[in-house]
């Protein structure tokens, strides 16, 4: 096999310019290749990191009757947990309500929160510096959509448990801004114990969210969703991109892979009276058969190197500026920044450069078999069509 | 007693041509001994190039048998064909069939490679081939940047750099002027004598016949003269 590599890259050192041109097609998928992985993988990260701040902590403890999915759930989804079991865990109370911009009537959640908690990034201790009667803070989305800004008043309208509507007015403390819409777009945060005391639920919580120091345990009557299951629809989503995106590489690598196939049938087309000489001087036909899949092999080995030596500075002038998509995910009601910064990993890199290298062995081998049943004779005289 | 190199017995060729066959050797019975200078003469057509080849192991016999080294060609695998070829034969081609990619040395170097030889053997048996051939200040050219006669010397020094046996020499003079032409032959001869060498040619050429020590005749495949020859001393 040494001779095989050895011969191999002497013939393709010897080719010149058509192995640095194959390398190049080669290569270039390769980049490609490992740059959209890389910005799903960063997106990822990305998607998974704002969503633990800011929305999932280190997981959900759900009581039983709300469901995420039905708003018919929200008026009653609500229950209470004894303090001790409070510990590492920070309320949320859910319910409806209208707001009242400029005259308009909005639907929207409204969600109490403690105003001390530490979980999430929400900006909550801007609640207890607002000196407002129902200071609110609200996600930038929210208010573009409702026209308002920080130290507006706005008429806010709740149902409390007994089904009697009330309203008051609301001020804005303050607008955050988020790469995860599911906290920000229709929905008001206030203090949990100020949206307890409007709506009669004293004590009353719909979830929970758990902050790293939490401890599992079953708690009757709630259910604990973790970061994985909260996070189910996201990740969906991104391996939903990975598949599609994949079409994309298999479109590229088969380019690539093409070059070297057509350019290996060419070869042993062309090289016939090579081929008969390697064996006339003493190789087998199966040694051949080696020296030219290796070839192949080669190819993809020097794709990598060249594929380092331009795209290194690429990829890493992409992953340190990142790459603006001129507008974030928020809208389409998904975790993406704006700007979003591709993440190479090893794992990555090297199942890249496996795979390019395989395929690129396989493409050669196959038309390289042919010489295994080659008539010497015939390869001597160039006359096997 | 000499050492017999070629032993071919009733040796019969054919080739598939449309639904017949065609013969290209018929009852060929020869007699090889180490050291001589022989060639296979005759028109084209006449089965010189099958006979080389059988007796190189690059095709095999119809029928009957040729035993080359002590080895019967029809019975040996691949590899062990493979084998025969690269410890015992060295092969001279009308059109020299060196390898473009490399150098004049490394063309030279390449029968030593497959011989697992070191690196530093390597070194001293391809400059010594290529002083045999007048080229060791060539070591490093390409052979596209090489004259025929010198393509054709690369090629002579190739197939003696692993001290063959048997030199197996087809047409080695037809792309040639006379002048290289007989510059090939008197190398080659002066190798046979040196090295005593076994070198069987095909040829038409006369210039060829001329340094034999002896000739075989073909004609439609059969042997129509065995001759023995005062060949021309160098």
């Known amino acids: ?385 | 007693m000499s050492e017999k190199i070629i032993v071919l017995e009733n040796l019969v060729k054919r080739f598939p041509v449309g639904d017949g066959e065609f013969t290209a050797l018929n009852d060929i019975n020869l007699t090889f001994e180490k050291g001589e200078f022989s060639g296979v003469v005759g028109p084209s057509g006449s089965g010189k190039t099958t006979l080389l080849n059988i007796i190189g192991s690059l095709d095999s016999p119809s029928e009957g048998t040729a035993t080359v080294m002590g080895k019967q060609i029809s019975s040996l695998s691949h590899k062990e064909a493979a084998q025969l070829r690269n410890k015992h034969l060295g092969f001279i081609f009308q059109v020299y069939n060196l390898l473009p990619v490399y150098t004049v040395f490394e063309n030279v170097e390449f029968a030593l490679i497959l011989q697992k030889r070191s690196a530093a053997e390597r070194k001293k048996e391809v400059m010594q081939a290529l002083e045999w051939v007048g080229l060791e200040n060539m070591a490093n050219k390409k052979p596209s940047k090489l004259s025929g006669g010198e393509g054709q010397r690369v090629a002579i020094a190739r197939a003696m750099v692993k001290r063959p046996a048997l030199v197996l020499a087809d047409e080695p003079t037809a792309n040639l002027d006379a002048k290289n032409a007989h510059a090939i032959l008197k190398m080659m001869k002066k190798l046979n004598e040196e090295l005593n060498t076994t070198f069987l040619f095909s040829t038409h050429d006369e210039k060829v016949m001329a340094y034999m020590n002896r000739l075989i005749h073909l004609e439609d495949g059969k042997v129509v003269k065995d001759e023995l020859m005062k060949a021309k001393t160098i």
């Open chain 1, 1 to 385: 096999m040494k001779l095989a590599f050895h011969l191999a890259y002497k013939n393709l050192m010897g080719a010149g310019l058509r192995t640095w041109l194959n390398a190049g097609v080669l290569s270039f998928a390769f980049i490609v290749i490992i740059f959209f992985n890389g910005l799903i993988d960063g997106w990822n990260q990305q998607a998974k990191i704002d969503g633990i701040n800011w929305e999932y902590g280190h997981g959900h403890l759900v009581n039983n009757n709300y469901d995420a999915y039905d708003a018919f759930s929200i008026q009653d989804g609500h229950g209470e947990l004894a303090a001790p079991k409070q510990e590492n865990l920070t309320p949320v109370l859910i319910q409806q309500g209208n707001l009242y911009p400029s005259g308009r009537m909005m639907s929207i959640l409204i969600k109490g929160i403690d105003p001390n908690q530490k979980t999430l990034r929400l900006p909550t201790q801007l609640l207890n510096e607002s000196n407002a009667q129902i200071p609110i803070i609200i996600g930038e989305r929210m208010a573009e959509s409702a026209k308002i800004k920080i130290g507006d008043d706005v008429l806010l309208r709740w149902r409390d448990k007994n089904g009697t509507y009330d309203a008051t007015t609301a001020t804005v403390a303050g607008v955050f801004e988020t790469t995860v819409p599911f906290i920000d777009g229709g929905q008001v945060w206030m203090s949990i114990d100020k949206l307890r005391e409007i709506t009669l639920l004293q004590n009353r919580t719909t979830y929970f969210v758990a902050n790293e120091q939490y401890e599992q345990t079953e708690v009757d009557g709630w259910r604990f969703e973790n970061q994985a299951y909260l996070m189910r629809e996201q990740t969906k989503l991104i391996n939903a991109k990975k598949v599609g995106g994949s079409i994309l590489y298999i479109v590229l690598m088969t380019l690539g892979l093409l070059a070297i196939f057509d350019t290996q049938v060419l070869s042993i087309f062309r090289r016939q009276k090579e081929i008969g000489t390697y064996i006339a001087l003493g190789m087998t036909r199966w040694q051949v058969v080696r020296m030219f899949t290796a070839e192949g092999g080669m190819y993809s080995v020097f794709a990598t190197v060249l594929g380092a030596l331009y795209g290194i500075p690429i990829l890493w002038y992409l992953s340190s500026t990142g790459i603006s998509f001129g507008t974030d995910g928020g809208d389409m009601g998904i975790i993406m920044a704006e700007r979003m910064y591709p993440v190479y990993g090893i794992g990555l890199i090297l199942g890249t450069v496996l795979l390019v290298i395989l395929s690129a062995t396989i493409v050669s081998f196959l038309p390289a078999r042919k010489i295994a049943r080659m008539n010497p004779v015939e390869a001597l005289k160039g006359k096997i069509s």
